[in-house]
């Protein structure tokens, strides 16, 4: 009777923490891209919309978002917009984005990273300030941008002309660095990669800038604590980059762009996560949606089954504690003490046998 009993118990242990474990890796809260390359083959604008002055270029290997003549400007938009706090109870959205893109040498605007809330408009553009600038004078929806700025504009309080910046709801920085300081000239023409990411559960964001095949650096080139989902009211937001010459003839290129959103788990949000193991999803790697689905399916059986095994492990463990250590119970010393009685026995054998050995001397 007693080991079937455990054996039951042990299964549904076992199934229980196979099905809480890994119901929560198979909801697909993680919307996600990635393009290397922007042609008819690579499929993009089912996920990427361009606005402005925006094209692609011919083989479809790079965007070029302004056009090289005065009050340019243009703008590459993640067609979904994107909740940064969802559910009830509430799970808070990090992310990770990574593109690599180019200035050329003018001292045009620069590019920018922004976040729109649903409402500001996305088609209304002009030539200055990133392609902002009408929607930032009716100062109805405030935006959240990430600027590359190559130009001083003393209006903006701008450090140079070669600086990157954080600004909360207009374009005056919150917080500025000059990109000079870590050898980088962001217009110099040479491609350069840029990694952001933002966290829910530690409110901040980080900014990570190198020239293409340079290595992700460890440490950011600018970080700034904030709440994303306070700032934007639980508005959902759209996200892109955004360019303008303002007047100058500089062109922006972008030549990849991936991005990823995940959501935390309301009982994660105590926990400390790691930013690196996350922000390595963000490489330029494109994503296949399905085989993710799989890929996610796979990881939350081999997980589940893992945990399984783990609740097996610990059910045996007690198992065993609590089972062969019965002896000491009442009922299990009447099994156990014939056996002493024949180690008694042999132990007067052996003593006969000594004795009669000493008999024999
Ligand atoms: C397109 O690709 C061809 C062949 O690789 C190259 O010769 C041409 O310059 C490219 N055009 C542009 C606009 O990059
Ligand atoms: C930016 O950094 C460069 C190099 O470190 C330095 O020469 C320049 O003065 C700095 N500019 C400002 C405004 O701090
Ligand atoms: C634009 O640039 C030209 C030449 O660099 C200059 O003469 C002109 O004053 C500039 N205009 C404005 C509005 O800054």
Same mark, same amino acid.
């Given at each position: 009777? +007693?080991p079937?009993?455990?054996?039951?118990y042990?299964?549904?242990?076992?199934?229980?923490?196979?099905?809480?474990?890994?119901?929560?890796?198979?909801?697909?809260?993680?919307?996600?891209f990635g393009?290397?390359?922007?042609?008819?083959?690579?499929? =993009?604008?089912?996920?990427? +919309?361009?606005?402005?002055?925006?094209?692609?270029?011919?083989?479809g290997?790079?965007?070029?978002? $302004?056009?090289?003549?005065?009050?340019?400007?243009g703008?590459?938009?993640?067609?979904?917009?994107?909740?940064?706090?969802?559910?009830?109870?509430?799970?808070?959205?990090?992310f990770?984005?990574?593109?690599?893109?180019?200035?050329?040498?003018?001292d045009?605007?620069?590019?920018? =990273?922004?976040?729109?809330?649903?409402?500001?408009?996305?088609?209304?553009?002009?030539? @200055?300030?990133?392609?902002?600038?009408?929607?930032?004078?009716?100062?109805?929806?405030?935006?959240?941008?990430?600027?590359?700025?190559?130009?001083?504009?003393?209006?903006?309080?701008?450090?140079?002309?070669?600086?990157?910046?954080?600004?909360?709801?207009?374009?005056?920085?919150?917080?500025?660095?000059?990109?000079?300081?870590?050898?980088?000239?962001l217009?110099?023409?040479?491609?350069?990669?840029?990694?952001?990411?933002?966290?829910? @559960?530690?409110?901040r964001?980080?900014?990570?800038?190198?020239?293409?095949?340079?290595?992700?650096?460890?440490?950011?080139?600018i970080?700034?604590?904030?709440?994303?989902?306070?700032?934007?009211?639980?508005?959902?937001?759209?996200?892109?980059?955004?360019?303008?010459?303002?007047?100058?003839?500089?062109?922006?290129?972008?030549?990849?762009?991936?991005?990823?959103?995940?959501?935390?788990?309301?009982?994660?949000?105590?926990?400390?996560l790691?930013?690196?193991?996350?922000?390595?999803?963000?490489?330029?790697?494109?994503?296949?949606?399905?085989?993710?689905?799989?890929?996610?399916?796979?990881? +939350?059986l081999? =997980?589940? @089954?893992?945990?399984?095994?783990?609740?097996?492990f610990?059910?045996?463990?007690?198992? $065993?504690? =609590?089972?062969?250590k019965?002896?000491? +119970?009442?009922?299990?010393?009447?099994?156990?003490?014939?056996?002493?009685?024949?180690?008694?026995?042999?132990?007067?054998?052996?003593?006969?046998?000594?004795?009669?050995?000493?008999?024999?001397?």
């Amino acid at each position: 009777m +007693a080991p079937n009993h455990h054996i039951r118990y042990l299964l549904t242990f076992s199934f229980l923490a196979l099905f809480f474990l890994a119901v929560p890796l198979l909801v697909d809260s993680s919307p996600s891209f990635g393009f290397q390359k922007f042609d008819k083959g690579s499929n =993009f604008e089912s996920q990427i +919309a361009l606005y402005g002055d925006t094209k692609v270029d011919e083989n479809g290997s790079y965007v070029q978002i $302004t056009g090289s003549w005065n009050l340019s400007a243009g703008r590459v938009m993640y067609r979904k917009p994107i909740k940064l706090v969802e559910g009830n109870p509430r799970r808070k959205a990090s992310f990770g984005t990574y593109f690599s893109f180019s200035l050329s040498p003018e001292d045009g605007d620069g590019l920018a =990273f922004v976040m729109l809330p649903v409402g500001f408009s996305l088609d209304g553009y002009d030539g @200055t300030l990133f392609g902002l600038s009408n929607e930032l004078a009716e100062k109805k929806n405030r935006p959240f941008v990430i600027e590359f700025d190559t130009k001083i504009d003393a209006k903006y309080g701008d450090l140079n002309g070669n600086h990157v910046g954080i600004d909360v709801g207009s374009l005056v920085s919150v917080k500025v660095t000059n990109a000079s300081d870590v050898k980088l000239v962001l217009n110099s023409g040479e491609k350069l990669q840029c990694w952001i990411d933002y966290e829910a @559960t530690s409110k901040r964001i980080e900014v990570r800038l190198s020239k293409l095949g340079k290595k992700r650096p460890s440490d950011p080139l600018i970080s700034y604590p904030i709440d994303l989902s306070e700032m934007f009211k639980n508005k959902p937001v759209f996200l892109g980059l955004s360019s303008s010459t303002a007047n100058s003839t500089q062109i922006c290129n972008l030549y990849s762009w991936s991005f990823k959103l995940r959501q935390v788990p309301y009982w994660m949000h105590s926990q400390p996560l790691d930013p690196e193991a996350f922000t390595k999803d963000a490489e330029p790697v494109a994503l296949h949606k399905r085989s993710d689905c799989i890929l996610r399916v796979l990881t +939350a059986l081999i =997980f589940g @089954t893992g945990c399984g095994a783990l609740g097996a492990f610990i059910a045996l463990f007690v198992w $065993t504690v =609590f089972v062969t250590k019965r002896p000491v +119970a009442p009922e299990e010393y009447v099994v156990t003490r014939p056996v002493n009685y024949e180690y008694d026995k042999v132990k007067v054998l052996v003593v006969e046998k000594s004795a009669k050995d000493d008999d024999r001397k």
